[in-house]
C-alpha cells in the first residue's frame, strides 16, 4: 500500500490547497497564504496527514520553475534594460544589509568573536542565510494582482535573480573562509557564473530563431509550448548542473528569450494550466510541510523570532532605501522592499551548505523553516494591501465625483421644472 500512498498526499494536499486558497481569496489574502497553510495544517506542525517526501518536493521544484519560465515569458525586455542597473543596486544592498545584521544578531546571541574565529563565522553565515532571497513567492502575488510587468514588479523579479548571483558568490567566499569545504574557488565561481550567461546568451539566439521559425509555420499549435517547456527544463537543469546557478534562474532566462515570440501570451497560457492546477499549489504546500516545531527549545525559539524579524526587516530597509536612492518614489520603494522579503528554496539550499560545512547545526533549520513560511505569508498580504491602498482611494474619488455629478444634474432637473 505504501507504494501508491503518494496519490492519497497528492488528492488530500491539492485539495486542502484548492479549497483554501479559495479563502484566502475570500478574505482579501493572495490565494498563496491558502496553499501554504494547507500545507502547514496538513503536515507535522499540526495534524501529521501528509509527509514531505522526494516525490512531492520534486513535484514542487517543477512548480518553482514552471511560475519563474512564466515571469521570464511575461518579461518587458525595454523595462527590464530600464531597471537593469537599479535592480542589481538594489540587489547588492538587499545582500549586504541583511548579512551585517544577520552576524550581529547571531553574536549578540552566542556572544561576540574576533573576526575569522568559527563563531564569527558561524554568525557571518547566518546573515549569508538571512541574504537569500526567493521570487518565486513575490511572482504568484504580483501576477495574481497583475501587475508583474510593470516597473516594480519587473525591478523586483530582476533584482532577486541578481541576488541569487551575488547569494552563490558571498556563500562560496564564507565556505572558503571556513576550510571546511572542498567547493571551487571565488574565481572559479565568478567564470562559471560570467559563463553561463554568456552561453545562454549565445544559445538563446539561435533558440529564439528557430522558435520563431517554428512560430510561423505551425502557429498556435501544442507543439510550441511544448518545445519551448522542454527548454525551460533544459536550461534550468544546464544553470545547476554545470555552472552551480540555481535552476529557477535558469528557468527565467528561457522565459526572457522567448518573451518576444508571437505566441507568447499562448505558451503562458497553456503552461499556466499545469501550474495552477498541480505544481504551483504543491510548491507553496511543501513550503508548510517542511515546518516541524518538535525540535524547539526556549533561546532558540527566541533566536527564531529574531531571526525572522531582522530578516524581514533587513530586506525591506536595505531594497527599499537603495530604490528610494535609485530615483523611484516612496511607495514603489516600499513595494521593492516588501517584494524581495521572501525567502523559499534558496535559503534552504544555503542553510544545506552551511550544515555540509559545518557552519551550522541542525537546530538552525527550524529557524529557517520559520523565516520561509512568515515572509512566504507576510510578503503576498502586504504586497497586496500596498497595491490595493491606491485603488481603493481611486474608487471613492471616482464615487464622490459620480455622486456630485448626480447632485448636480438633479439640480438642473429642478431648474427645468
Known sequence: MDGIQFLFD???LLFAAKMLGLLAKKIGAPEVVGEIMAGLILGPAVFNLVQDSDFLS??????VIMLMFEAGLGTDL???????LKATLIACAGVA???ILGT???MSFYGFAAPGSPEFLKGLFIGTIMSATSVSITVAALKELGKLNDTVGTTITSAAIIDDVIGIVVLTVVISMSGASSEAGLGTVIIKVVLFFVIAIISGYLIYKGMVWLDSNHPHTRRIPIVSLCYCFLLGFVAEQYFGIADITGAYVAGVILCNLSDRDYIESKVDVSSYMVFAPLFFAGIGLKTSISSMNGLLLLFSICFVLVALIGKVIGCGLCSRISGFNGKDSLKIGIGMMARGEVALITAQKGLSAGLLTSDYFTAVILLILASSIITPILLKR???EPSEKICETADMNTSESLSASESSSDLDD
Open 97 to 99: 544589509v541583511p548579512m
Open 78 to 84: 525595454k523595462e527590464l534594460k530600464k531597471t537593469g
Open 104 to 106: 550581529i544578531l547571531f
Open 10 to 12: 497528492l488528492a488530500i
Open 58 to 63: 520534486k513535484m514542487a521544484e517543477i512548480g
Open 386 to 388: 500596498q497595491y490595493r
